[in-house]
């Protein structure tokens, strides 16, 4: 069984000091490797009903899309805002070393919809909450979180108590 935290590169002080930063471009660039942690996160929710995979920017992105291809659900991003063309609702956070808010479309999702959110790391929960806030809003229905990556001393699972959370490598 692969040990895909062997996969992932520590950069530290990185965006600034006193982060070290887990860099997943290293699993990324492993085709083996990133086939591993998509197979792995896909077969927790193999048997869930799942309409739309969302994937907050930007590596939510590239981690949610082959989930959601795999699921065969739609892939939903949320951005940063002013990235998406038509019109949208927004939500603020706070992340573990400042402040953002995302958007979604509002015809993003359909109410009852049927919803996991991939992202590529867990810290605070805060964009996690703003993803789960807006969906929420729209009436789709949280299924699931997945990531990659748990930072568990920053106890975002505490912060996203309730819902049902994977994480394949925790730190």
Same mark, same amino acid.
């Given at each position: @069984? @692969?040990d895909l935290?062997?996969?992932?590169?520590n #950069?530290?002080? *990185?965006?600034q000091p006193?982060?070290?930063?887990k860099?997943?471009?290293?699993?990324?660039?492993?085709?083996k490797a990133?086939? $591993?942690?998509?197979?792995r996160?896909v &077969?927790t929710? %193999?048997?869930?009903?799942v309409?739309?995979? =969302?994937?907050p920017e930007a590596r939510?992105?590239? $981690?949610?899309?082959?989930?959601a291809? $795999?699921?065969g659900?739609? *892939?939903?991003? =949320?951005?940063?805002?002013? %990235?998406?063309?038509?019109?949208t609702?927004?939500?603020?956070y706070?992340? &573990?070393?400042?402040?953002n808010?995302l958007?979604?479309?509002?015809d993003?999702?359909?109410?009852?919809?049927k919803?996991?959110i991939v992202?590529?790391?867990l810290?605070?929960?805060?964009?996690?909450m703003?993803? =789960? %806030?807006?969906? &929420?809003?729209?009436?789709?229905?949280i #299924?699931?979180l997945?990531?990659l990556i748990?930072l568990?001393?920053?106890?975002?699972r505490?912060v996203?108590e309730g819902y049902?959370?994977t994480?394949?490598v925790?730190?």
């Open positions: @069984m @692969m935290s062997e996969k992932i590169r #950069v530290p002080d *990185f965006p006193g982060i070290q930063f860099d997943i471009t290293t699993l990324l660039k492993d085709g990133f086939r $591993v942690a998509i197979d996160l &077969e929710y %193999k048997d869930t009903p309409d739309v995979v =969302i994937g939510g992105f590239v $981690v949610g899309a082959p989930v291809y $795999v699921l659900a739609g *892939f939903v991003p =949320i951005r940063k805002p002013g %990235k998406l063309p038509a019109e609702i927004s939500y603020g706070t992340l &573990e070393y400042g402040k808010s958007e979604i479309h509002k993003a999702i359909e109410p009852g919809s919803v996991l992202d590529d790391l810290a605070t929960g805060g964009t996690t703003a993803t =789960i %806030k807006m969906v &929420e809003q729209l009436g789709g229905e #299924v699931g997945a990531f748990e568990s001393f920053l106890n975002g505490k996203l049902d959370i994480s394949l925790k730190y």
